[in-house]
């Protein structure tokens, strides 16, 4: 189709670094986007894509991925070969699980996995020591209720030098105590976690951090900050 294949062709004759797909409908992977070797940002968001192709790792130059609201219920195994990644985010997708690999991923900057059905996250996790913007929200509550994102939120223990990290929309009833030990932590967003009532006293600690997202928390009190 036209507003497919145009932009790729655009793409080969100009020598542009980023392509974009943004809800065009696409159901497959369009292979010949696997020809353009200087590409460094690829985005398919809202789309109908189900696989990811290994001929993806011919993109040797690409640092951003967004593969946002597709449905794959699995993380593309292709990805575990670009660890020149920089910006990865698979959020409002299908994905049951994120698998141990995804540490191997030492040059990732920024990771967004909210908005899934994965109900556990490998230690591995915290290996991504350049990782500095984590997004993690809407993530689905547990059978008996609880927030599933409580389960979720010991993995993270060694992301300490995390500077913006979206919790929103988790049925959190308190911020976490974990987040005390996120020093160089600059932006925190828990937007609708309407169970949040108070801003605890040890926020006061977090020096850099000059932004909290606070939308729709009707019974908060701040008197904490």
């Given at each position: 189709q036209k507003y497919i294949q145009q932009p790729i062709t655009?793409?080969?004759i100009s020598g542009a670094t980023e392509?974009?797909?943004?809800?065009?409908w696409l159901q497959t992977f369009p292979m010949e986007v696997?020809?353009?070797?200087?590409?460094?940002?690829?985005?398919?968001l809202m789309n109908g894509v189900r696989t990811i192709?290994?001929?993806?790792?011919?993109?040797?130059?690409?640092?951003?991925l967004q593969l946002t609201h597709n449905p794959l219920t699995h993380v593309p195994e292709v990805i575990r070969q670009m660890s020149q990644l920089e910006e990865l985010d698979l959020s409002e997708c299908e994905?049951?699980?994120?698998?141990?690999?995804?540490?191997?991923?030492?040059n990732l900057r920024a990771l967004g996995i909210g908005y899934n059905h994965f109900t556990r996250l490998p230690e591995s996790i915290g290996l991504l020591q350049n990782l500095e913007e984590l997004e993690?929200?809407?993530?689905?509550?547990?059978?008996?209720?609880?927030p599933l994102i409580e389960g979720l939120l010991p993995s993270l223990a060694p992301l300490t030098h995390l500077k913006k990290v979206d919790l929103s929309d988790n049925g959190l009833t308190e911020v976490p105590p974990?987040?005390?030990?996120?020093?160089?932590?600059?932006?925190?967003?828990?937007?609708?976690?309407?169970?949040i009532t108070h801003i605890p006293p040890w926020m006061r600690n977090l020096a850099s951090l000059h932004t909290i997202g606070l939308n729709y928390?009707?019974?908060?009190?701040?008197?904490?900050?």
């Open positions: 655009d793409c080969k392509l974009s797909f943004h809800k065009t696997t020809e353009l070797t200087h590409l460094r940002a690829l985005k398919l192709p290994n001929e993806l790792a011919n993109l040797k130059a690409l640092k951003v994905l049951v699980e994120i698998p141990e690999w995804i540490g191997e991923l030492q993690l929200s809407h993530m689905e509550a547990m059978e008996d209720g609880a974990l987040l005390q030990s996120f020093t160089q932590l600059e932006e925190l967003d828990l937007a609708w976690n309407s169970g928390l009707a019974t908060l009190e701040l008197s904490g900050l």
